[in-house]
């Protein structure tokens, strides 16, 4: 009999781990997590990293996140995972720069971090060594971080707004923590840190691409069936294609969520003050 009871509670226990990374599945797709650990090349691994993103301060260079034990988290615990997303700290006390957007993925849930946890190691363990970052020379030492953080960023997760409904809640969670929306398209300062007060208002992304304005300014321009048909496709009405990079976030995130959560998406950027162009 205890046998039995024991072999009982370790199917259950087995369950609740399969159920946590399969939210933590839509979780990962939620946050656009293969996008930046990915390489762009063919066939390549999900999640074993390499995926360069390029920056004013040179090229980042995405980590590998399966849980290898040497190249990538497998020797992590939970807590350390948590500790990255919520602070931007490395288990070794390392502060991680902030092209990992950890700004936005503080807000996320304690629920939503356990299961996306629950995920990545679930995944097929992958040896390939993570590439080191490529910068300019004033930026290649961590230590000054801790200050850049001082100035710029404010742990803590989401708290719902009580005077909006669920469903608005629902699509700011998406929006500032989840999707991060923010770190393409709300224009930074000098050193790099997002202007709060021009949030979502549009950015420059390298040389020739711009991430557009998504408040009312320029959405307005069109109704909800169409935008929610750009976030599923990636074409617009008329036929255009969006840009490669948001072409990638539509095919890994924004046309895998539920339709529940496009709704409370395009619900929430209704809601936003219509911010001007930023300056090219």
Known sequence: MVLYSALALLAIAGDALAQD????LYVSKAAGCVGC????????????????????????????????????????????FIQAMRL???????????AFPY???????????????????SLPSSSRASQPH???????WRFPLWGWKLLFFSPGRFVPDPSRNASLNRGAYLVQALGHCGECHT?????????KDRFLAGAKLGEKTRAPNLTPTRLKKLSDAELKDILRTGMTADGDVLSESMAEVVQNTT??????????LTAYLRSLPALPEEPR
Request: aromatic letters at 12%.
């Open 103 to 121: 700004t936005s993925f503080t807000k996320i849930t304690e629920a939503d971090l356990k299961d996306l946890w629950a995920y990545l190691r």
């Open 88 to 98: 931007g700290v490395r288990p070794d006390g390392a502060h991680y720069y902030p």
């Open 37 to 80: 650990h990915t390489e762009t090349r063919p066939n390549a691994q999900p999640y074993a990293g390499g995926r360069a993103l390029a920056t004013p301060f040179g090229t980042f260079f995405g980590p590998n996140i399966t849980p290898h034990p040497r190249a990538g988290i497998g020797r992590w615990s939970e807590q350390d």
């Open 255 to 264: 046309s895998q969520l539920e339709p529940q959560d496009l709704d409370a």
């Open 187 to 195: 224009p930074r300062n000098w050193l790099g840190a997002p202007k």
């Open 21 to 24: 990374a399969k939210r933590g």
């Open 134 to 140: 490529e910068l300019k020379f004033y930026v290649r």
